[in-house]
T-cell receptor
């Protein structure tokens, strides 16, 4: 069946460091791909999405490119801030959302 | 932006009792609501999808008689865990969408259930 695999955390970075959180997927069709973020005490929020191969989703300095050839959708940010500390979930949507296990990001000043 | 609330945020109950969790869309009408369950260090697992005014569609392996879902209005869905047991302890998250307009699901903050 369809599935999402993302790197385990926590990822610990200093402020202004470069961030990469890896995400790969397995799907029989052509899913839309998403990154959700969950800040402490809050619900999941859509961070960015891409609906077809080679699309790049971007928001708040975060980017991810839909790579069909490598079945990947890695999340990147050039310079993280303390306020980016949260749990990040990669997900795919064919007829329902399938989530990865989440990656906790901790950014220290 | 679209806001979804859940109540209660956490609940502790005795084994054998029933617990009701509410999910509300505060500033939009949700034609579809989803219920997820999350175990520690695991991903969110979809339990069921409910459309306003109709019966919920349960995912394979989810007991519909144990997890009763009601979506009586465009802003409220409830999940009732009947005759709860310790293995039902988990984090339950709802989401809501208005699919005629967009596919995006808006998530509630979750409800942590502990069954003693």
């Amino acid at each position: 069946g369809d599935s999402v695999t993302q790197m385990e955390g926590p990822v610990t970075l200093s402020e202004e460091a470069f961030l990469t959180i890896n995400c790969t997927y397995t799907a029989t069709g052509y899913p839309s791909l998403f990154w959700y973020v969950q800040y402490p005490g809050e619900g999941l929020q859509l961070l960015l999405k891409a609906t077809k191969a080679d699309d790049k989703g971007s928001n708040k300095g975060f980017e991810a490119t839909y790579r069909k050839e490598t079945t990947s959708f890695h999340l990147e940010k050039g310079s993280v801030q303390v306020s980016d500390s949260a749990v990040y979930f990669c997900a795919l949507d064919t007829d329902k959302l399938i989530f990865g296990t989440g990656t906790r990001l901790q950014v220290f000043p | 932006g679209a806001v979804v609330s859940q109540h209660p945020s956490w609940v502790i109950c005795k084994s054998g009792t029933s617990v009701k969790i509410e999910c509300r869309s505060l500033d939009f009408q949700a034609t579809t609501m989803f219920w997820y369950r999350q175990f520690p260090k695991q991903s969110l697992m979809l339990m069921a999808t409910s459309n306003e005014g109709s019966k919920a569609t349960y995912e394979q392996g989810v007991e519909k008689d144990k997890f009763l879902i009601n979506h009586a209005s465009l802003t409220l869905s409830t999940l009732t865990v009947t005759s709860a047991h310790p293995e039902d302890s988990s984090f339950y998250i709802c989401s809501a969408s208005y699919r005629q307009i967009e596919e995006t699901q808006y998530f509630g903050p979750g409800t942590r259930l502990l069954v003693l």
